[in-house]
Nanobody, 124 residues
Framework: VQLQASGGGLVQAGDSLRLSCAAS????????VGWFRQAPGKEREFVAA????????AYADSVKGRFAISRDNAKNTVYLKMNSLKPEDTAVYYC??????????????????WGQGTLVTVSS
């Protein structure tokens, strides 16, 4: 499975941005996609996850109510819509996929496939 993340950029605080994660290769109708981020000098942290089959989602407390994860099955793409962005949201965002189970995992160890990161910079 190959994952291609895109949509990052430089925005101002309060703006919105939508990230995309396009999957190709050995995909199926039953997998989980997660978004993680890593800010400079910090560890990678969970942001959101979506079970494509069950549509169950999970969010980090820090983004709950501001970010929304969704999918377009026809395009094999999962989106992360980020609203009311804050400077502390600045990070490299990674998408990842798990082909095991139908649960919105939050543990990065559950994800066996990772895309390249896309940088999101939020200025104050």
């Amino acid at each position: 499975v190959q994952l291609q993340a895109s949509g990052g950029g430089l925005v101002q605080a309060g703006d919105s941005l939508r990230l995309s994660c396009a999957a190709s290769g050995r995909t199926s109708s039953s997998y989980t996609v997660g978004w993680f981020r890593q800010a400079p000098g910090k560890e990678r942290e969970f942001v959101a996850a979506l079970s494509v089959r069950t549509i169950r989602t999970a969010y980090a407390d820090s983004v709950k109510g501001r970010f929304a994860i969704s999918r377009d099955n026809a395009k094999n793409t999962v989106y992360l819509k980020m609203n009311s962005l804050k400077p502390e949201d600045t990070a490299v965002y990674y998408c990842a996929a798990s082909l095991v189970g139908n649960y919105p995992y939050v543990d990065p160890g559950r994800f066996g496939y990772w895309g390249q990161g896309t940088l999101v910079t939020v200025s104050s």
